[in-house]
Every structure is written in structure tokens, then in C-alpha cells.
């Protein structure tokens, strides 16, 4: 695997900020019930003018800005999302098209549900970058709002609509450790056609909280018998922002100390493929990802996938 080290973070949140009193008027519920259950206050829904593509590429400008490169020097866009605007063209073509990525570059989606992100590492640790566009854009992004069942309290509570993007050095030497898994399993949770009428999320809720808990703990484990890291080598541990529950419940089991383990989804809910980036955007922000910071970032979806990852900044 190649070396890729983020030398660039954005990201893209829509302005309608809905609270848990906001849902409590549109589903039975309230806000007692959905913090108690999930950690979650509330999560920001796409308004007019604002969609997949436009959050994506709001996050795409800053992660560019603040790689201080140019947009000629990416070679590859690559968008993990499960919410495309279009059927084609992709998601990653349309940022192409919107920002003004160099014509003739890869761009391409990746489907992996919330794991989308560690996917997207997963496949540029093995692309050998052109010298003269050596950075790649990923990013994650999705508007979940458009496929979410407002009658349902059991998954309407917990999603949110978001973007976050990073600029990528390739072939930086050194090896890059990543690692991706499926399990197919659609039943416990899916999304029948979105693009038609009455395509919503549905998801097992208890069993998603054992997959995923099972996954992250293998995740753990296959980074300390196949490489030289621990847990403890790590600056920080950011897991995907599905349910506080699961977090904390890995966080006892793996003994991870709150300081590193850094946690967003009070206010934006779960974002599925933004989520793990959108916490690495807030870490970037307030400067704690310095050179030579080591993250480890795990994340589990429907598929069933997961993965991870350590990126070093």
C-alpha cells in the first residue's frame, strides 16, 4: 500500500438545523427519548438550493484552500456516497464539473454505506499518482434526509445531511495500513430504490449494535497482530458517529480514554459517509492533527461493510 498522508480538511453542513423539539412536532417522540437512546440533539437537513453536490463541493473548496494547492495539481475524485442526486453521473463528476477539476482525471463513487470513507483510503493506497498531480480529493458526503422515512421514529431521529473532503498526498512512502470487509447482508439494513418512490432506510437496530461493536473489536485486533501499532500509539480513535451507544460500549471494552476519543454526532447526527471525516475536520480546525499525528479511524455500514484505517497527518 502506498503512503497517503491529509494535508488538506473541508467540509459542508446545510444551514436548516433540526432539533430533537423539531422532530418531536413531526413524529412521536422528544427529546428526552432521543438523547437517552442515541447521544444525538440535533442534525442539519439540506433547504432549498442545497443538495448532495453542493455540500460536496463546498467541502471539496476548503479542503483545497486549505491544502494551499491548486486544483490542477489532484489527479483522482473520488466520492463516497450512497445519495447521489443523479443515478449517473456520479457524485464525483459532478464535483469535477462544478469546481473545475482537471478534464481527464479519474473520478469515480464508491458505495460502502457509512464504511465509504475507509473505502475510499483503501483503494487510493493503491494507486500510483501522476508527478505532476500527485493529490487526490476525497470525500464524503451524503443527504440522507432524502430517503428517511419522517413517520419513523426509529431512524428518522438518528440521520443528518453533510459533507467533509480531504486533500490527499499520494506516494509518500512508507507503507499505508487499511483495511476493508463485507458481509452481505441486506435485511438487517437497507434502502429499497431510492430513486423511486418510498425508497426508505430501514435498519435492525439491536442487530446493527452487535455487527458493529463485533467488527470494530476484530478491526482493533487485526492492527495489533498484523502491525506494530497499538491502540495507545494512537492520538486519537475516531469510530463512525452512528449511536453514542455503540461508541461508549467500544469505548469501555477497548479501554480508550476520552481524550482521544473524539465524538460529533450530539450535533449532526449520523452523516453515514461524512461522519468519520467530518470528525477529522473538527480535530484538523483546531489544530490538534499537527504533523506527525497518527489517527486511527474504524467504521462499519450496510452491506454489511467496514474497515480501517491509520492516516497520519
Same mark, same amino acid.
Given at each position: ?9 473541508g ?20 427529546? &428526552? ?13 439540506c433547504? &432549498? ?20 494547492? *491548486? ?8 466520492a ?19 469546481i ?50 419522517m413517520?419513523?421514529? *426509529? ?22 495500513? *487499511? ?15 431510492m ?29 495489533e497482530?498484523?502491525?506494530? =501499532? ?5 492520538? =486519537? ?19 480508550? #480514554?476520552?481524550?482521544?476519543? #473524539? ?17 477529522? =475536520? ?32
Amino acid at each position: 500500500m502506498n503512503g497517503l498522508k491529509i494535508v488538506g480538511m473541508g467540509r459542508g453542513i446545510p444551514a436548516k438545523r433540526v432539533t430533537n423539539d423539531d422532530l418531536s412536532k413531526i413524529v412521536e417522540t422528544d427529546d &428526552e427519548w432521543i438523547r437517552k437512546r442515541t447521544g444525538i440533539r440535533s442534525r442539519h437537513f439540506c433547504g &432549498e438550493g442545497e443538495s448532495n453536490t453542493t455540500m460536496a463541493c463546498e467541502a471539496a473548496l476548503e479542503a483545497v484552500k486549505n491544502a494551499g494547492i *491548486s486544483l490542477s495539481q489532484i489527479g483522482i475524485c473520488v466520492a463516497a456516497t450512497l445519495t447521489t442526486d443523479y443515478v449517473f453521473p456520479g457524485c464525483a463528476c459532478r464535483i469535477q464539473e462544478a469546481i473545475g477539476l482537471s478534464d481527464g482525471i479519474p473520478c469515480f463513487d464508491i458505495n460502502a454505506a457509512c464504511s465509504g470513507f475507509i473505502y475510499g483510503l483503501y483503494i487510493l493506497s493503491g494507486v500510483r499518482s501522476d508527478p505532476e498531480k500527485p493529490y487526490a480529493l476525497l470525500v464524503g458526503v451524503e443527504q440522507l434526509s432524502r430517503i428517511m422515512d419522517m413517520n419513523d421514529r *426509529s431512524t428518522c431521529v438518528l440521520f443528518g445531511d453533510g459533507a467533509a473532503a480531504a486533500v490527499i498526498k499520494m506516494d509518500e512512502g512508507g507503507d499505508f495500513y *487499511s483495511h476493508v470487509a463485507a458481509r452481505g447482508n441486506t435485511p438487517i439494513l437497507h434502502c429499497e430504490g431510492m430513486h423511486q418512490e418510498g425508497g426508505y432506510i430501514y435498519m435492525a437496530g439491536r442487530d446493527v449494535f452487535t455487527f458493529a461493536v463485533e467488527v470494530v473489536e476484530k478491526e482493533v485486533a487485526r492492527l495489533e497482530e498484523t502491525t506494530d =501499532y497499538t491502540l495507545d500509539d494512537m492520538d =486519537y480513535v475516531v469510530l463512525h458517529q452512528a449511536n453514542e451507544r455503540i461508541i461508549r460500549h467500544i469505548q469501555k471494552k477497548k479501554n480508550i #480514554p476520552d481524550e482521544k476519543l #473524539p465524538i460529533n454526532i450530539y450535533e449532526l447526527g449520523n452523516t453515514s459517509a461524512a461522519s468519520i471525516p467530518l470528525v477529522l =475536520y473538527e480535530l484538523w480546525t483546531a489544530g490538534k492533527l499537527t504533523p506527525g499525528k497518527k489517527v486511527f479511524v474504524s467504521g462499519f455500514g450496510g452491506g454489511l461493510t467496514w474497515g480501517s484505517a491509520v492516516i497520519e497527518f
